[in-house]
């Protein structure tokens, strides 16, 4: 291995590092900041490597978060498993879809779907988490006291969570995005979920996800392109992710929200304006 190379591999890291810890923060598995900095990085190359070298990294970040989270006792893991056996079908689908976009399409889509969600971000949202941990014919309640002795209340409904779950998984593996830009939002936001369960519970959602997209990518033959890229940007990701976990014990629910859209506006501009070759 040259020294050029080596130290192309030491900033993929560092690259791991940054997304891993920012991704966990928010509860988004990194892949929003990854996918669009290897868009950048790698203008050549095929959109189906991209994703599979970014979900590959997605998984070892949500792993490496969930197990930090699994620890702060913050994850849902019946709703968790719900969603993710959802996802599971929507992912396996996205990621055979993905080979069939040209990158002069996929950029331009992308972008305007980051950006797009950003946008939701900053949009007011009314109501409040429903009290109480009753079930009724179509909403499911939970109370969750996390390691801290701190109690979540909230109630949802389970049914609309499900669907979801199946087009955030394809959307997740089409674009290599991992799902958290958007299933965070929609947790917070329409299921009403408290932001810290919300992130912890879409890190473990995350896991199955990628990994099921991954594997796919695997038998496909689109991950051996992208094995050493991906070896080196998760071997920063799981550092990053621990870091990331222990962030989110003095970040502000509002905040990681606020910072949510501000990093997928930046990053959802910058690569559709690459896209439409206006950058």
Not at 58 to 72: H, K, P, Q, R
Not at 79 to 99: C, D, K, R, Y
Not at 134 to 157: C, K, N
Not at 208 to 229: K, P
């Amino acid at each position: 291995m040259g020294a050029l190379e080596s130290s192309a591999y030491l900033w993929l890291m560092a690259l791991g590092f940054g997304a891993g810890a920012f991704g966990t923060l928010i509860g988004a598995g990194g892949g929003f900041a990854l996918m669009p900095i290897l868009l950048l990085l790698y203008p050549g190359e095929r959109p189906e490597v991209l994703t599979s070298i970014s979900l590959a990294v997605v998984f070892f970040n949500a792993l490496s978060g969930s197990e930090a989270y699994a620890l702060a006792r913050r994850i849902d893991y019946r709703s968790a498993l719900a969603f993710a056996l959802a996802a599971i079908p929507g992912a396996v689908l996205g990621s055979l879809n993905t080979a069939l976009l040209d990158r002069r399409i996929f950029d331009p889509i992308f972008g305007a779907l980051v950006l797009a969600v950003a946008v939701y971000l900053f949009l007011p949202h009314s109501g409040k988490a429903a009290g109480g941990a009753m079930r009724t014919a179509h909403r499911t309640g939970r109370i969750l006291v996390d390691a801290h002795g701190v109690e979540y209340r909230y109630s949802f409904d389970m049914r609309l969570g499900v669907g979801v779950s199946f087009l955030v998984g394809y959307l997740s593996s089409l674009f290599g995005i991992g799902g958290g830009i958007i299933h965070v939002p929609f947790l917070v936001t329409v299921l009403n979920f408290p932001v810290h369960v919300a992130t912890a519970t879409s890190h473990f959602i995350l896991a199955v996800m990628a990994l099921t997209g991954t594997v796919t990518h695997v038998a496909e033959g689109s991950f051996a392109h992208g094995v050493h890229r991906a070896i080196a940007l998760s071997i920063g990701v799981v550092a990053g992710a621990q870091l990331g976990a222990k962030l989110s014990d003095h970040v502000r629910g509002g905040l990681i929200l606020r910072l949510l859209a501000v990093g997928l506006g930046l990053l959802g501009l910058r690569v559709l304006l690459a896209g439409l070759g206006l950058f």
